[in-house]
């Protein structure tokens, strides 16, 4: 047996509306817990990305390390005697890093090194003296630049303050000229994490500032300073990187171009007088 009622047409309305309401009130929480679901998802994915950049880095680090010039261990004293030096064509690049970590080295010695009267292949002691017996006059090499690379927010304390003048006296001379590199330009302004904003480099307050007070710092001008951006995973394909690189490296070689030509100069107004009859 079976009942058929009677609704009334507002009330069948009503009850509708209730049921639409109701189903869109669902729709929005499953909307809602699949957009928590998702980002959820992508924290993750991030947080998988950032675990994988950190153990790539430990690991470049790692490797880095075996090529190091400076100190292994700072406590026991220990000292790499090699300089890192590779040749194109007539030219060598001459690598030695970690060359201002100690208070042993005596002036004498870093002009001698930073002049080009030290052997590539000499080995130096913790003071920086040449071991193998030859004069260093023998070894003398033109050097075209020294390239100075510091973090950008380092303090600089008397002693390397006192090992960088030396290398300005001998720019002052007329000996070399030099070049000084600033590292973690990201760190400095973390704008510049995103690559696409390396075009503002020269318009950030964060890097005029830095790079003002370490041209106060070390006496050198900031039109000889250049700033960098350190390779992680996601920038070694990112060209804006490395136009960044090669912008810093162009102004190395226009300054290493400009010693050569003083040099070259030097020698043949030397070389004029040495020929030139006596009065």
């Known amino acids: 047996m079976s009942w058929l009622g009677y609704v009334p047409k507002g009330k069948l309305e009503e009850v509708e509306e209730l049921a639409r309401k109701e189903s869109r009130r669902t729709n929005e929480a499953l909307k809602l817990v699949k957009e928590q679901g998702e980002r959820a998802k992508t924290l993750e994915a991030e947080m998988q990305h950032l675990q994988f950049e950190k153990e790539e880095k430990e690991k470049r680090d790692k490797k880095l390390m075996q090529f190091s010039w400076g100190p292994k261990n700072k ?101 070399l000229s030099y070049h000084l590199v600033l590292t973690h330009l990201d760190e400095c302004d973390p704008q510049f994490k995103d690559p696409d904003n390396l075009p503002n480099l020269y318009n950030s307050p964060l890097v005029q500032e830095a790079v003002k007070n370490m041209s106060e710092q070390t006496g050198i001008q900031p039109c000889s300073i250049s700033y960098v951006k350190n390779y992680v995973t996601e920038t070694e394909t990112d060209t804006k990187t490395k136009l960044l690189h090669l912008k810093a490296l162009d102004r190395i070689l226009n300054s290493a171009a400009d010693q050569v030509e003083k040099i070259i100069d030097s020698k043949l107004q030397s070389s004029m007088y040495d020929d030139a009859p006596d009065a």
């Not at 790499?80 to 690598?95: C, E, M, P, V």
């Not at 690379?149 to 000996?175: A, F, S, T």
């Open 75 to 175: 406590a026991a004293g220990q000292w790499t005697t090699q300089f890192q030096a590779s040749r194109y064509g007539d030219h060598w690049i001459i690598d030695m890093p970690g060359i201002f970590e100690s208070g042993d080295f005596k002036t004498e010695n870093i002009e001698a090194i930073a002049s080009g009267k030290v052997r590539f292949d000499a080995q130096i002691t913790k003071t920086l003296e040449v071991e193998d017996g030859q004069s260093q006059q023998e070894a003398r090499r033109d050097v075209s630049c020294v390239v100075l690379v510091l973090h950008h927010n380092i303090d600089l304390g008397e002693e390397l303050k006192r090992q960088l003048n030396v290398i300005m006296q001998l720019g002052g001379k007329g000996v």
